[in-house]
């Protein structure tokens, strides 16, 4: 516990011994963190999030081919188990859900069912999935990915030296992701991401995340303070010129929730009648 202590300690001096403001921004302190000093600071506040529980309200801004933005909100709930399961269901109602987003550890999905005449699924293998293939659904990034962008998951082993950006006054370490690699911004004081870029494997961006607004959860099960989490999360998507708000609230990290049945796709396939379900897994070859 002392070595952690201290640790953590060492790492906030270094992210703040004397930084100093020119015109182009805030100048990197002189002594600069390994990988791993920042991976362990950050990697100990993401340790408490693996469960979550949390009332969601999406706010989503579409730019379509003639320029015109629409704007739609959904409420609902956002529930997750670490590495893999997630759902992410949402509608105009808090108790009627049109739309869900998903994953659990052999597949994740999109079902739609806010035309009751014309309900779908897509579906796809965490081994079969491809960035391209899911593009031509109009599915920017894998469901899993949103995990990354709420800052909750830890930093890998393996990642870039750390360099500064003086836009953010903020670290900067480059890793692998699943469709690309992942670009996250610390807060050399706080020691927890304030920006998160997904990027494919041509360096273009998939996804940015600006988090904000950082509070404690409502509720929370384990050992010490109650963690932290942005409680507002916005969110870039490029391709398909959208822009999402996540606005979280009710945070719970308690063992009762989530429930298991959140992460049947089976189940939910059949509780909401969806027979047109189709693949997101790459084709085989002809």
């Known amino acids: 516990m002392r070595a952690g202590l201290a640790l953590l300690l060492a790492v906030m001096l270094l992210g703040c011994a004397q930084q100093r403001v ?20 950050t990697n100990a506040r993401a340790s408490a999030f693996s469960r979550l529980w949390a009332r969601a309200t999406l706010v989503v801004h579409h730019r379509d081919d003639d ?77 899993l990915d949103l995990m990354d962008l709420l800052g909750i998951m830890p930093l890998p082993q393996h990642g870039s030296a750390p360099t ?27 020691m927890r991401p304030i920006e998160i870029v997904l990027l494919d494997d041509t360096g273009q961006i998939g996804a940015r995340a600006t988090l904000r607004e950082y509070k404690r959860v409502d509720e929370f099960d384990g050992q010490g303070l109650r963690p932290e989490i942005a409680s507002e999360i916005s969110i870039e998507l490029p391709a398909i010129d959208t822009d999402v708000l996540v606005d979280l609230g009710a945070v ?6 989530p429930r298991d049945i959140v992460f049947d796709l089976p189940g939910l396939l059949r509780k909401e009648r969806i027979d047109d379900i189709r693949s997101l897994d790459e084709e085989p070859a002809a």
């Open 252 to 257: 719970r990290i308690v063992d009762r929730l």
């Open 22 to 41: 020119d015109d182009e921004g805030v100048r990197a302190p002189d002594l600069v963190p390994t990988y791993e000093d920042l991976r362990d600071a």
């Open 164 to 190: 500064w950006d003086p836009r953010r006054a903020a670290w900067s370490v480059v890793t692998q992701a699943r469709w690309g690699t992942r670009q996250t911004l610390i807060d050399p004081i706080e």
């Open 67 to 143: 320029g015109e933005i629409s704007t739609t909100q959904g409420d609902g709930y956002l529930q997750i188990i670490t590495p893999d399961r997630l759902s992410l269901s949402l509608g105009k109602a808090i108790d009627r859900m049109y739309f869900f987003l998903g994953s659990n550890e052999d597949y994740f999905w999109w079902v739609d069912t806010l035309d009751r005449d014309a309900r779908y699924a897509l579906v796809g293998t965490h081994a079969g999935a491809s960035r391209a293939r899911a593009a031509e659904f109009g599915v920017p990034i894998h469901p």
